[in-house]
């Protein structure tokens, strides 16, 4: 009932998603008005940038039954990424020691969706030595400094936070979100295949599949600068699944940088984020089709592992430690100290610690129900589109 309000009470300022063209006309007005007020020099990448912005929120502009909520909620995101961005920008023409810092041995916690990618970037990211962007952190770059702005601005993200809570309580209970904990890059990156997650957008992969996502990854080390900047050296705990698709152009961005990668069946796997897409696209689309999400995202998750694997040969041997998610969540303090030591990290008694209160906090994704028949799909035919990948998760110790 709460959406269907709000949607009812934002559906006349949406009414410009309705034409592509005049989405986009709009866009460029406030872009426009947003490089003014940051007092920013965009350069062509920024540009690009904003170019790629506008396309996106075209797709959106285009699906049939988007909901009004969905636009404003893409609209907004669109905004704050690009403030952001010039933000990032504006900091680093005015203090160059800024660029200079360096980012060392990043770990990026990479896989297939719903492989405990974030219980491994929670336990990696808490350890004393290391530190997960925040949230908060990501969508406000440089702010908050201070105690009593980065309160404000932590308070900011957080009723955002709690808004999607209100509107998409399954979601939420799937894959909790919290304004002041560590989250995954692409609060940060844009090119990835996380829109697809919101709506059907049949022209937004194929420009995917041709993007040069060099230039996110320069821009995600510009932001871990901007962060890192005048603190103690610590290190970097990165996550988002997606990653696992660009392994070459992440070393080429930062050379040691180590990768875990989580295993898990994709049997049950892909029904596993089938299902969180579906609640996701719930808050986006008056009508949800499972048979749909299931058909557009088998191949973009195979296509995702298969090309990591390909990639992979070439890394050095100790660029990737492995980690099986039905051990890792059974036993996690078994296995979490063994994942210490493959990324050449000291356990701790605090780490040993830090994992129970992880392990027993009450508000970690619960499990849900789900089947792959719901969205279309079989074992076989996920079998077929991931090859022999379950023999290497089956192999992993």
């Given at each position: 009932?709460?959406?269907?309000?709000?949607?009812?009470?934002?559906?006349?300022?949406?009414?410009?998603?309705?034409?592509?063209?005049?989405?986009?006309?709009?866009?460029?007005?406030?872009?426009?008005?947003?490089?003014?007020?940051?007092?920013?020099?965009?350069d062509?990448?920024?540009?690009?940038?904003?170019?790629?912005?506008?396309?996106?929120?075209?797709?959106?502009?285009?699906?049939?039954d988007?909901?009004?909520?969905?636009w404003?909620?893409?609209?907004?995101?669109?905004?704050?990424?690009?403030?952001?961005?010039?933000?990032?920008?504006?900091?680093?023409?005015?203090?160059?020691?800024?660029?200079?810092?360096?980012?060392?041995?990043?770990?990026?916690v990479?896989?297939?969706?719903?492989?405990?990618?974030?219980?491994?970037?929670?336990?990696l990211?808490?350890?004393?030595?290391?530190?997960?962007?925040?949230?908060?952190?990501?969508?406000?770059?440089g702010?908050?400094?201070?105690?009593?702005?980065?309160?404000?601005?932590?308070?900011?993200?957080?009723?955002q936070?709690?808004?999607?809570?209100?509107?998409?309580?399954?979601?939420?209970?799937?894959?909790?979100?919290w304004?002041?904990?560590?989250?995954?890059?692409?609060a940060?990156?844009?090119?990835?295949?996380?829109?697809?997650?919101?709506?059907?957008?049949p022209?937004?992969?194929?420009?995917?599949?041709?993007?040069d996502?060099?230039?996110?990854?320069?821009?995600?080390?510009?932001?871990?600068?901007?962060?890192?900047?005048?603190?103690?050296p610590?290190?970097?705990?990165?996550?988002?699944?997606?990653?696992?698709?660009?392994?070459?152009?992440i070393?080429?961005?930062?050379?040691d940088?180590?990768?875990?990668?989580?295993?898990?069946d994709?049997?049950a796997?892909?029904?596993?984020?089938?299902?969180?897409?579906?609640?996701?696209?719930?808050?986006h689309?008056k009508?949800?089709?499972?048979?749909?999400?299931?058909?557009?995202?088998?191949?973009?998750?195979?296509?995702?592992?298969?090309?990591?694997?390909?990639?992979?040969?070439?890394?050095?041997?100790?660029?990737?430690?492995?980690?099986?998610?039905?051990?890792?969540?059974?036993?996690?303090?078994?296995?979490?100290?063994?994942?210490?030591?493959?990324?050449?990290?000291?356990?701790?008694?605090?780490?040993?610690?830090?994992?129970?209160?992880?392990?027993?906090?009450?508000?970690?994704?619960?499990?849900?129900?789900?089947?792959?028949e719901?969205?279309?799909?079989?074992?076989?035919?996920?079998?077929?589109?991931?090859?022999?990948?379950?023999?290497?998760?089956?192999?992993?110790?």
């Amino acid at each position: 009932m709460r959406r269907m309000v709000l949607n009812a009470a934002l559906g006349r300022s949406a009414r410009a998603r309705r034409d592509p063209a005049e989405a986009l006309a709009a866009w460029r007005g406030r872009v426009r008005e947003t490089v003014t007020a940051a007092d920013a020099e965009p350069d062509a990448s920024d540009w690009a940038f904003a170019d790629d912005l506008g396309f996106l929120l075209q797709c959106f502009a285009a699906v049939p039954d988007l909901t009004p909520l969905g636009w404003t909620v893409q609209l907004r995101s669109a905004q704050q990424r690009l403030e952001n961005r010039l933000r990032v920008k504006w900091i680093h023409a005015h203090n160059p020691l800024v660029a200079a810092e360096p980012v060392e041995r990043p770990v990026f916690v990479v896989g297939l969706p719903r492989a405990a990618t974030t219980l491994a970037h929670r336990v990696l990211a808490a350890a004393p030595g290391h530190r997960g962007p925040l949230l908060w952190e990501m969508q406000r770059t440089g702010l908050g400094r201070d105690g009593a702005a980065r309160a404000g601005v932590v308070r900011q993200v957080e009723r955002q936070v709690a808004a999607l809570r209100r509107l998409a309580p399954d979601y939420d209970a799937v894959h909790p979100l919290w304004a002041d904990r560590p989250e995954e890059s692409i609060a940060v990156m844009w090119r990835t295949y996380f829109p697809l997650s919101c709506a059907p957008l049949p022209d937004y992969r194929p420009w995917l599949d041709q993007a040069d996502v060099t230039g996110d990854y320069r821009y995600l080390k510009q932001v871990l600068q901007v962060l890192q900047y005048g603190e103690r050296p610590r290190r970097w705990i990165l996550k988002f699944p997606g990653h696992v698709a660009h392994l070459d152009v992440i070393r080429q961005v930062f050379p040691d940088a180590v990768f875990v990668w989580m295993h898990r069946d994709p049997v049950a796997a892909v029904p596993s984020f089938c299902s969180l897409v579906e609640r996701l696209t719930a808050v986006h689309c008056k009508e949800v089709d499972p048979v749909a999400i299931g058909r557009t995202w088998l191949p973009v998750l195979a296509d995702s592992i298969d090309r990591g694997r390909k990639l992979r040969r070439s890394l050095p041997e100790d660029a990737v430690a492995d980690v099986s998610y039905h051990r890792f969540t059974t036993y996690p303090h078994e296995f979490a100290p063994l994942l210490f030591e493959r990324i050449g990290a000291e356990w701790t008694a605090a780490d040993r610690n830090g994992l129970n209160s992880i392990v027993d906090d009450p508000y970690r994704e619960t499990a849900h129900a789900y089947t792959l028949e719901r969205f279309g799909l079989d074992k076989w035919e996920v079998e077929a589109a991931f090859g022999d990948y379950r023999q290497e998760v089956a192999a992993v110790r």
